[in-house]
């Protein structure tokens, strides 16, 4: 078992909807928690941290859940622009480990 | 220089053939990180440098793979005898003190034909 899992998708949503991923993680020592996005044949980029208090940014909203070891991320308002593969990121003794990544396609 | 800088960008081996890979993190940054990404995958990690100290090497898949950092700031990964399951990208990341700041460069894509 990986130790951070997510859905690979695609996910195919029409432009101004919301979607939504999850993403569980194994190790309960894992300290600090991302999500970075992934455009194609580019190096992955953070998009935003997430904290058990839920925060946002713009029409990203992140929330953290430790006691389920989840993670998840909201779009609001999806734009074409963010078509793209979202990564789930654990930070564990100073390393941080890749999920597989959920690949967005915003449709027109 | 203002990002990471990783070369060369694009690299073709035959099939048991040594190569070297190299990164050249942002001015300042104390750590280093290799990660190796297959074609749909997410990045795998390799190893992880903190100065020339090389911290942790649990990722990496075989003895012919190695990385150094000399002088704790350019780092080379060396893949010896490559085989076709090296193909992939190698991206390697830096950052100052702490996970918020990771910085990637733009990978070397390794084809071993």
């Known amino acids: 078992r990986k130790e951070v899992e997510q859905d690979p998708g695609p996910f195919n949503v029409p432009e101004g909807a919301t979607v939504a991923f999850n993403c569980t993680y194994s190790n309960s020592a894992s300290q600090s928690f991302f999500w970075y996005r992934q455009d194609c044949r580019k190096e992955p980029k953070l998009l935003m941290s997430v904290y058990s208090s839920g925060n946002e940014d713009g029409r990203f909203t992140a929330q953290l859940n430790r006691a389920s070891q989840y993670i998840s991320l909201l779009i609001r308002d999806s734009k074409l622009s963010d078509s793209a593969t979202y990564l789930c990121v654990v930070n564990r003794d100073d390393k941080i480990i890749f999920g597989k990544g959920t690949r967005l396609h915003i449709l027109p | 220089g203002a990002g990471v800088s990783q070369s060369p960008r694009y690299k073709v081996a035959k099939r048991g053939q040594d190569v070297a890979l190299r990164c050249d993190p942002i001015s300042g940054h104390v750590s280093l990180f290799w990660y190796q990404q297959a074609l749909g995958q997410g990045p795998e990690f390799l190893t992880y440098f903190q100065n020339e100290a090389q911290l942790d090497k649990s990722g990496l898949p075989s003895d012919r793979f190695f990385a150094e950092r000399p002088e704790g700031s350019v780092s080379t990964l060396k893949i010896q005898r490559t085989q076709q399951e090296d193909s992939a990208v190698y991206l390697c990341?830096?950052?100052?003190?702490?996970?918020?700041?990771?910085?990637f460069g733009s990978g070397t894509r390794l084809t071993v034909v």
């Open positions: 990341a830096s950052s100052f003190d702490s996970p918020d700041g990771y910085t």
